[in-house]
């Protein structure tokens, strides 16, 4: 079982996927230091914690080698405390289900957000949000059949996808107010836009959520950083 | 424990792990191989959100991606040998380097070889610094999961054939000893372990193969090519 001082964590509040591993850490009841990075202008620790990416988050546990990647930084905490809030099921097959449609959120779903930030143009933004659409209508029924009827992915209580979905939706909103659409909404998904105001308000992820100023901050960073650019 | 069924491609490196992780955990399986070109109605109904294989199929039920179908292979057939060590760091410490692999380290090859003049040479650049950051982590191992392969053995064992093939297609030479003693090393013992040595796809095949993808055979041999990426 950590104490609260042998968990850190090293990432910036506005980062969607630091803001998984909160919102896991809270679930699982485990205390830990909060460590501000700047990404603008990367500190040693994260140069020399995470060499390969030079990204966050980053978990230190006591003396241990720094581990990194939230998903992966998810599974490490879910089997050192697997006696509180499991997160992954412990099915095989439930387990495959969960990480295949974790992938498919991080690589296919949620980089479309990315793109469409960086898109200039009418024409390629409708593109882009028509896939956004597209993978969220895939999204609930994915929803539909993980719930099995009830409030979360993971059945009656968070569960991995609430955790690696849910961790997006302040950034979302926030693109998607830019853009004028709402990606999850009551008519075309409604089993998520429901899921999305229960996650906006539960205990484990309510306080983790960035202020609108913190996250329009880091917005603006990357307006400047990576600017959009004509297809 | 089932029936299983492996449908992959006779040429994918995502493919050959999985057949690694069954033929060594000793799951007896059917195999049946896709025409990218044509994909069967199977396939579209076991992977119908990516469309891909390798897709494993456990008593009629689909499990897609190849890191995830290793995982589900060593928990499911879990008695005797285990792929992923037991503690949690190291395990997270063997997903790091799988996800470094599959995201960045075998796109970065893939690139080079298909890429020509000073695109390549920037390509090979690339793909040189992300090996450099996995002869580091052998370092001092003899295998990447220590004194017995597992996980990650499987996951980067596609360099114990492709780039040496590669280079026999079209003289484009990648792993040189010199600058990564770790990795030859680990290239020829992983190399000599039986299974391994036993199921590459035929060589002349891949020669000839790699040839058709770099004369520029078109869009639709690299479109092809993507696909077989897991």
């Given at each position: 079982m950590p104490k609260k001082s042998e968990i850190k964590l090293l990432g910036t509040t506005a980062s969607p996927y630091v803001n998984r591993v909160q919102f896991a850490l809270n679930l699982k009841s485990i205390e830990y230091e909060f460590i501000e990075e700047n990404l603008v202008?990367?500190?040693?620790?994260?140069?020399?914690?995470?060499?390969?990416?030079?990204?966050?988050?980053?978990?230190?546990?006591?003396?241990?080698?720094?581990?990194?990647?939230?998903?992966?930084?998810?599974?490490?905490?879910?089997?050192?405390?697997?006696?509180?809030?499991?997160?992954?099921?412990?099915?095989?097959?439930?387990?495959?289900?969960?990480?295949?449609?974790?992938?498919?959120?991080?690589?296919?779903?949620?980089?479309?957000?990315?793109?469409?930030?960086?898109?200039?143009?009418?024409?390629?933004?409708?593109?882009?949000?028509?896939?956004?659409?597209?993978?969220?209508?895939?999204?609930?029924?994915?929803?539909?059949?993980?719930?099995?009827?009830?409030?979360?992915?993971?059945?009656?209580?968070?569960?991995?996808?609430?955790?690696?979905?849910?961790?997006?939706?302040?950034?979302?909103?926030?693109?998607?107010?830019?853009?004028?659409?709402?990606?999850?909404?009551?008519?075309?998904?409604?089993?998520?836009?429901?899921?999305?105001?229960?996650?906006?308000?539960?205990?484990?992820?309510?306080?983790?959520?960035?202020?609108?100023?913190?996250?329009?901050?880091?917005?603006?960073?990357?307006?400047?950083?990576?600017?959009?650019?004509?297809? | 424990m089932g029936e299983v069924k492996l449908f992959r491609t006779w040429s994918s490196p995502f493919a050959l792990r999985v057949v690694w992780a069954l033929k060594l955990k000793g799951v007896e399986y059917e195999t049946i191989y896709e025409d990218l070109a044509n994909k069967s109605s199977s396939l579209l109904e076991y992977n119908p959100v990516h469309k891909k294989v390798p897709v494993l199929l456990h008593n009629g039920i689909p499990i897609c991606e190849s890191l995830v179908i290793l995982e589900y292979i060593d928990e499911t057939w879990n008695e005797g040998v285990r792929f992923l060590p037991k503690d949690p760091l190291a395990r997270a410490t063997a997903r790091f380097w799988a996800k470094f692999n599959d995201e960045q380290v075998f796109p970065s090859f893939f690139r080079y070889f298909m890429r020509q003049g000073e695109d390549q040479e920037k390509a090979k650049e690339k793909v040189l610094e992300n090996l450099k950051f996995v002869e580091e982590h052998l370092k001092g191992k003899k295998f990447f999961d220590g004194e017995v392969f597992g996980f990650l053995d499987l996951v980067f064992g596609w360099l114990v054939c492709y780039p040496g093939v590669i280079n026999k297609a079209i003289n484009l030479k990648l792993l040189d000893e010199q600058m990564f003693p770790n990795l030859c090393t680990w290239m020829e013992q992983f190399g000599d372990v039986p299974v391994i040595k036993e199921t590459w796809p035929d060589e002349e095949a891949l020669i000839h193969k790699f040839h058709k993808m770099r004369e520029g055979l078109g869009i639709y041999i690299y479109t092809k090519l993507r696909y077989e990426a897991s």
């Open positions: 202008c990367k500190s040693e620790l994260l140069l020399t914690s995470n060499p390969v990416h030079k990204k966050v988050p980053v978990l230190f546990h006591a003396n241990k080698p720094p581990i990194c990647e939230s998903l992966i930084i998810i599974e490490y905490l879910d089997e050192i405390k697997s006696d509180v809030h499991r997160i992954l099921p412990s099915d095989p097959l439930e387990r495959a289900d969960n990480r295949f449609w974790a992938n498919y959120i991080d690589n296919k779903f949620f980089p479309l957000y990315e793109e469409l930030r960086m898109t200039i143009g009418k024409e390629g933004k409708e593109a882009i949000k028509k896939q956004i659409i597209e993978g969220s209508v895939l999204l609930e029924e994915v929803f539909v059949k993980f719930s099995n009827g009830n409030d979360y992915f993971g059945g009656d209580d968070v569960g991995y996808l609430d955790v690696v979905l849910g961790c997006f939706i302040p950034w979302r909103k926030l693109i998607e107010k830019y853009n004028e659409f709402t990606a999850f909404d009551e008519v075309r998904t409604p089993r998520l836009a429901e899921w999305t105001k229960r996650i906006w308000s539960h205990e484990a992820f309510k306080d983790v959520i960035p202020e609108n100023g913190t996250i329009v901050n880091f917005y603006m960073i990357l307006q400047k950083y990576k600017p959009p650019r004509v297809v | -």
